[in-house]
């Protein structure tokens, strides 16, 4: 291999480990350490390495290499350099001993050649290695300190080169060395953090992009900046500066091998990124401030928002006992209190973060702030335990909550575009609660510049789509989704009607709260505390001339009756219930007071779903199912061969997590003549399911077996979500 190939193998992996993994620890020093030594042997050919790193005032032999050209087959030698290898793992010298000592103590690189001049000390290396050396490369891990050393011997025979070493192989080692360096120090001191600027200097170089160092270099479109805001610059760590064309722009980003940005700045803002240039940190934050002067920003990367300083400011003074009780009346206006600023903060990070939902839990020693990320909660702030009431009063302020009521839950919505100067139009729902250590809030995020994905995006098989393509053309009956909050009914239902939705047909909705603003569809906002009501909503529909009804959820005897007049009297309702398969979804709507004769008579569809994170497709493992993996996918579908799991290494696609996005399951149970009989039967759920199957139903877990089969996630993340069925 070339050793210009290094900046593609060693230098991106290496980059990817400084720049995206936010806190490397002690224990990744082995990895990177196996990391450069593999690739260095790899790139520059070399017969024997020794990675050496200083330990207090003696040096520590760390990774060996040696090539199997040096036993050329023989075992009794292969197991002397085996046994001389682990032998000097063991081994420590003290710092200023020898060429490496000497390496270290000056910093300085040191090249030897079988020259005459040399020839005694590459003669004396041979003694002590046990073959001839013909080539030797020394080079400091250096930083502001030097932290050790990498050492190489002997260039392949088969490298063409004699066995030498050359002048460009010590560049190429020096720079890896420099690489290794900064991320070692890293890891073994938090408090070392490279310089932004030398930073964007190191990146720049790595990957062969433009560096910016003043704005003056680059042409700005200040339209194009406003049109995308600041909330979406800031979350994607992407700042576009000039429209290429319609559909494509120039940007300036910190970290251009955050793959996951750019692929979510180009989903939310429909321009693709042609040309990417790097800026430090520090700029990229200055040109925040200039260009959306009222917004308090920071770099990416850092802790977005300022929520740290915020939260070290409260801690710090409930600590010393500081913190008190803060009065209502003192939690009104944006600037009389940290704890106001520490609620903005909260929200505003979470936004950013991508958090689908914000829980604030008070423990018994502690305040807890967690996000849900992708499915999964997160945790982010603990704060003194102190905080609690004040911040559930903030909060219940903001969503016009009794602020006197700690004893019974409530629900409220927060329209956070009247609490915040930044562009970052959201909704948030709100709902509290009384725990054993306290008030709990958990605050679900509604972004308005979210659009609904087409049908096609959601997951569905061919096979379903084209079933429930044709369900939601019906001229009237009920469609009913049924799932557990958070599994993307709602993004289904609008997906839907967003397909259907032409000036010919009427269309209104119920909704609480109202997740997304579509065009063309009338919608309505539910609130109780005045009456309105599911029930009442639709009451005043069937006196509107509607086409297709969408109801948010049929959660009582009232609206459940309602919703099958409607549907029985040639209106097409959607609706949603919390059940966990489509056939006992049957049962639930009976047990609300409807006759099964009702329900068959108006039923079109049930859809269950879920959502399954997807698996990275950039660093997914493959492999071959066996055992009881294989046995799950032969009973679910007839097949076995093969899938795929997590890296558990990940990459910058997925941010080293092995998994990127979600993918949608679902269990699509249309009626039939079958299940019309075994409806007003009133046969048990599982009659109903096995009826369901005859006709033509993919169990929610065939689907999820479907998607593994298909590459799209993992087995383990399959029957985390779905066990399998026991009627299969």
Known sequence: MASSN???????????????????????????????????VEALQAQ????????????????????????AGDPVKEKKFQETAAKLLTLK??????IVGKVIETGEPVFFRNTESQAPFMQSMAKTTGFEVRSMLTVPLKTTITLGAIQLLNKELAAGTDGEFTEKDLEVLKEVAEYSATLIHRMVDPKFVPNADDT??????????????????????????????DAVIRREGVFPHKRLSPSSVAVLMTNPLD???????????DMS???????SATLFEAMLKKYFKDAKTTAPGSDDVDIGSVAEVISTAYSEGAGGEIRAEDLESEDSA?????????????????????????????????????????????????????????????CNLDISERRLPQDGRIVFKKYTKKNIDIDLRVATGPMKDGEKVVMRILDKQKSTLPLTA???????LAKYRECIRQPYGMILHCGPTGSGKSMTLYSALGEVNTPDVNIQTAEDPIEYTLAGINQMQMNRQIGLTFARALRCYLRMDPDIILVGEIRDEETAGIAVEAALTGHLLVSTLHTNDAPSTVARIGEMGVEPFNISASLVCVCAQRLLRRVCKNCKVPYEAQGREKQILEKALGWSGQIFKANPQGCPTCNGTGYKGRVGIHELMTNSEELTEGINKEIEVAGLKRIAMKTGMKTLHQDSMLKVKMGLTTIEEALANVPPDLIL
């Open 259 to 269: 793959y996951a940005k750019r692929e979510s700045f180009t989903t939310t803002t």
């Open 273 to 279: 990124i042609e040309e990417v240039s790097v800026v």
């Open 458 to 464: 959601l997951g569905f098989s061919e096979e379903n």
């Open 338 to 398: 940290p704890i106001v600023q520490l609620a903005n903060r909260i929200i505003e990070d979470a936004y950013i973060s991508g958090a689908s939902d914000i829980h604030i839990e008070p423990m018994e020693k502690d305040l807890l702030v967690r996000y849900r990320i992708d499915g999964l909660c997160q945790e982010k702030l603990r704060l003194p335990k102190q905080v609690t009431n004040s911040l559930t009063t903030r909060l219940k302020i903001m």
């Open 200 to 229: 964007a200097r190191f990146v720049s170089k790595l990957t062969d992009l433009p560096l910016i160092t003043k704005p003056e270099e680059i042409e700005i479109d200040d339209k194009l900046i406003e049109i995308t805001g």
């Open 6 to 40: 290094l900046a593609s193998t060693l230098r991106r992996s290496l980059l990817i480990k400084v720049i995206s993994k936010p806190a490397p620890s002690r224990e990744d020093v082995a990895s990177v350490i196996e990391l450069t030594a593999s690739k260095v």
């Open 48 to 71: 024997s390495m020794t990675f050496y790193l200083v330990e207090g005032n003696e040096i520590a032999f760390k990774q060996i290499y040696y090539s199997p050209t040096l036993w």
């Open 93 to 98: 010298v003290p710092v200023g001993k020898g």
